[in-house]
T-cell receptor, first 114, second 112 residues
Framework: EPEVTQTPSHQVTQMGQEVILRCVPI?????FYWYRQILGQKVEFLVS????????KSEIFDDQFSVERPDGSNFTLKIRSTKLEDSAMYFC????????????FGPGTRLTVT | GENVEQHPSTLSVQEGDSAVIKCTYS??????FPWYKQELGKGPQLIID???NVGEKKDQRIAVTLNKTAKHFSLHITETQPEDSAVYFC???????????WGAGTKLIIKP
């Protein structure tokens, strides 16, 4: 069964450093999402991406964040200058088409900022 | 914006008994309500979903009910088994953006 994969599973970085989180979507899916879950809190929407551009983004997704799909396979989330409060689980999700509702999630990347 | 509330935060049931988890939502435009199961160290797994044009949906031991008027939806698990132990999340979304707005999660513990 096709699945969303994410790398790395765990990333430790120092405050102020740049990190790139990677996601490989299910192959024929067209819509891509990033969510995050700070320990003990709700899962929060960050951004949605379709046709090589951002469709929607939340207030969390400020200028420190960016997304791209440079090679048609990997979907990446970049945090330019990490802060302690960026420590969280980051989940990638994908959706097949405009008229399909189901979102399928990857296993997540645990980001720890020290 | 949309807000989803989920109760209880922890639910402990005897193996073989039923478990019910409840969610409420605030935005009447929401029309899609999935439930996800998250096991330790894994990402959320979609287990069942319901759209607003349906009141109930069942898949083997799992069922979801939706009351649009009251803005309530619930997950029902019958004949619970040890492998049902996990954290369960409800969520809501609407056609305008498909963003999932999540509940806080319910830790389901199945006692042998």
């Amino acid at each position: 069964e096709p699945e969303v994969t994410q790398t790395p599973s765990h990333q430790v970085t120092q405050m102020g450093q740049e990190v790139i989180l990677r996601c490989v979507p299910i192959s024929n899916h067209l819509y891509f999402y990033w969510y995050r879950q700070i320990l003990g809190q709700k899962v929060e929407f960050l951004v949605s991406f379709y046709n090589n551009e951002i469709s929607e983004k939340s207030e969390i997704f400020d200028d420190q964040f960016s997304v791209e799909r440079p090679d048609g396979s990997n979907f990446t989330l970049k945090i330019r200058s990490t802060k302690l409060e960026d420590s969280a689980m980051y989940f990638c999700a994908t959706r097949l088409a405009r008229v399909s509702y189901e979102q399928y999630f990857g296993p997540g990347t645990r980001l720890t900022v020290t | 914006g949309e807000n989803v509330e989920q109760h209880p935060s922890t639910l402990s049931v005897q193996e073989g008994d039923s478990a019910v988890i409840k969610c409420t939502y605030s935005d009447s435009a929401s029309n899609y309500f999935p439930w996800y199961k998250q096991e330790l160290g894994k990402g959320p797994q979609l287990i069942i979903d319901i759209r607003s044009n349906v009141g109930e949906k069942k898949d083997q031991r799992i069922a979801v009910t939706l009351n649009k008027t009251a803005k309530h939806f619930s997950l029902h698990i019958t004949e619970t088994q040890p492998e049902d132990s996990a954290v369960y999340f409800c969520a809501a979304s609407k056609d305008s953006n498909y963003q999932l707005i999540w509940g806080a999660g319910t830790k389901l513990i199945i006692k042998p």
